[in-house]
């Protein structure tokens, strides 16, 4: 789950309980003054979640210029076709709903896993797999990788892979960086590892306990051909996502009525895992 600091934690408040902020994160976030891209400060990240400006495919040029064909805020808007992602589990609660809807609805996602839960649910992670589903490494315990150094952003990545491999049966050539925080260092000790960097287009905000119809919403307003849509389906205790549950059936119903095809990341990219 995307965890935050005090201090952050005391801005994200302020922020959900009260719209000014969100204001005037929306006016600095247009004004060009904040890059709106990987985040390459905490603040920036955090105000792109808390105030969710809408993004656009496209927008996000930075990195993936930086880094064409290793960084990724979406596939190619050439075809219909758009990628669900469930960031931070497994766990035993939320889950297993979640692959039950994928499984009624066959649609393969993919899901970027926290070694230290896939270690916890070995069992969850091989369903996962069973089922069809692409897994992609999120870092062992969802620290900020901007923050560490080098050798502690690699001790994340292989100390996932250490427990992934041996249940997905491959090492998994995907990762999404904790908070979607990144930066040129970053995303070259990682793509050093042979690794895909993966952020998002569409972020639900599921994790703060996005009513529905809003998460409902936010796919409406921002999802675009190539588009990655960012879910969660596990988080800590105090998170509650009920409301992704809820809103999966209809966040699918509505991408194929408006004729997205579903896919996992390595089909919306073109690669092969
Ligand atoms: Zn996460």
């Given amino acids: 789950m995307h965890k935050l600091s005090g201090v952050q934690r005391a801005f994200a408040r302020r922020c959900l309980a009260c719209g000014w902020w969100l204001g005037v994160a929306a006016l600095l976030i247009q004004a060009g003054s904040m890059p709106h891209a990987f985040a390459s400060t905490a603040t920036t990240r955090l105000i792109s979640q808390t105030n969710h400006p809408p993004k656009s495919v496209g927008q996000h040029v930075n990195l993936s210029r930086m880094f ?18 469930f960031d931070d589990g497994p766990d035993m609660r939320y889950t297993p709903q979640i692959l039950d809807i994928l499984k009624k609805y066959h649609v393969k996602a993919t899901f970027f896993v926290l070694g230290f839960r896939a270690k916890a649910h070995p069992d969850m992670v091989r369903r996962m797999v069973r089922e069809g589903h692409t897994i ?26 250490k427990v992934l491999y041996p249940l997905v049966g491959y090492h998994p050539e995907l990762f999404r960086p904790p908070y979607g925080k990144a930066d040129p260092d970053t995303v070259r000790i990682i793509s050093g590892m042979g690794y895909k960097v993966i952020d998002w287009s569409v972020d639900t905000r599921d994790w703060a306990g996005t009513p529905v119809p809003a998460i409902l919403s936010l796919v409406r307003k921002e999802v675009r051909p190539g588009g990655i849509i960012l879910e969660h389906c596990a988080g800590n ?37």
């Fill in 237 to 273: 205790a105090n998170v509650d996502l009920s409301n992704t549950v809820q809103a999966l059936p209809q966040v699918i119903q509505y991408l194929r009525a408006q004729g997205y095809q579903l896919v996992t990341v390595p089909q919306l990219i073109g690669t092969e895992r």
């Fill in 136 to 161: 992609g490494n999120h870092s062992w315990n969802h620290l900020d990788q901007v923050r560490l150094a080098p050798d502690k952003v690699r001790d994340q990545v292989v100390r996932a892979d």
């Fill in 68 to 85: 064409p064909g290793v960084v990724y805020y979406h596939g190619p808007a050439s075809q219909k076709q758009v990628a669900l992602t």
